[in-house]
């Protein structure tokens, strides 16, 4: 064996071990990461929104995704049809990906693809 | 082949649009080597590299370097190994025992045998890499997805419900990854695709109950 594939295959094996641990421990902080990418994933478009607005939403039955309370600062994390979020003059638009911009916002409102998840 | 040239060939006419691939995978049934082995002097437009004798770099700037990888089809898909040998010592990993042989292509004469589209896919998003590497491979993945009937899309999740839990995890965590990743030059672009990879997320969810 050379010292590159003994090299390549110790590799490999630390990112097996790495994984299995990350998966017992998927339902706890570990996973966080990976449930926040899922719901961004499932998203067509992504909005930060002001305070206020969030907590109107809320008040009209959209529900947070849980993965907003997991983060620290909590996030509001919202689904919300597209035809709602265009109410909305103060909404910006982000792109859909893990950027500073996105991370930082603290609401946020997700417009589901059409089979996505639902939105109240 | 295996790597990232599969998707240019399982477009239409083998239209080579998709992916602008660094060197070409060619995949070994480690039954197949010893039969490899005696062929290696026909690769006069390429040598061994000294560093990874898997890995032949061509003597001509035109051509891209060949990069030879085992598969056992009877390997556990977490696992990896290496085929010693003293002329071509391969690195047989877990992950291609999910790539099987598929069609045929004939160009310029020379028969190349592609894979399965379904195994290459899941081959691609089971395995955890990191960085460039991992998101090039991603987006090959894409590029296969891309390519891929619905047929494929069946056969993908036949597969994907053998795998243990762990490693459909992976998967899904991966089509995350790639859902969110920036374009790349030269790669099929991640942005435009994102209702497909939702889409196969969610079908892939709903194959194994599991929560997320």
Known sequence: MTAVQERRLRELRSRVLVRAFDHRQRRHARGVWFRLRRVLALAREAYALPRDEAERLIAEGHRPDPVGRELEPPRIVLFVPAERVAEIASARPLAVRLSADLLSAECLALVPFPTGPSTT | ?212
Do not use: C
């Not at chain 2, 990896?80 to 310029?108: C, N, Q």
């Open chain 2, 1 to 212: 082949m295996v790597g990232s040239e599969v998707p240019n060939l399982l477009e239409e006419g083998a239209a080579a649009t998709l992916v602008v691939s660094q060197d070409l995978d060619v995949g070994v049934p480690v039954s197949q080597h010893a039969a490899l082995r005696q062929r290696l002097d026909e690769l006069d437009e390429f040598e061994p590299s000294a560093e990874e004798p898997s890995v032949w770099t061509p003597r001509s700037p035109d051509l891209l370097e060949l990069n030879f990888v085992g598969i056992d089809p009877a390997q556990d898909p977490a696992e990896a190994y290496v085929l010693e040998d003293d002329r071509l010592p391969l690195l047989v990993f877990g992950a291609l025992s999910l790539v099987s042989r598929g069609a045929e292509l004939e160009i310029g004469g020379t028969r190349l045998a592609l894979p399965r589209p379904a195994g290459l896919l899941l081959e691609k998003l089971v395995t955890d890499r990191t960085g460039e590497k991992g998101e090039r491979d991603l987006l090959v993945a894409l590029g296969v997805l891309d390519t891929s009937t619905t047929q494929d899309l069946d056969e993908l999740e036949t597969l994907y419900r053998r795998l243990r839990p762990e490693l459909r995890h992976a998967v899904r965590s991966n089509l995350t990854i790639l859902s969110l990743l920036a374009p790349r030059p030269g790669m099929p672009d991640p942005q435009s695709r994102r209702a497909e990879v939702a889409a196969l997320l969610r079908r892939l969810e709903a194959a194994a109950t599991e929560a997320p």
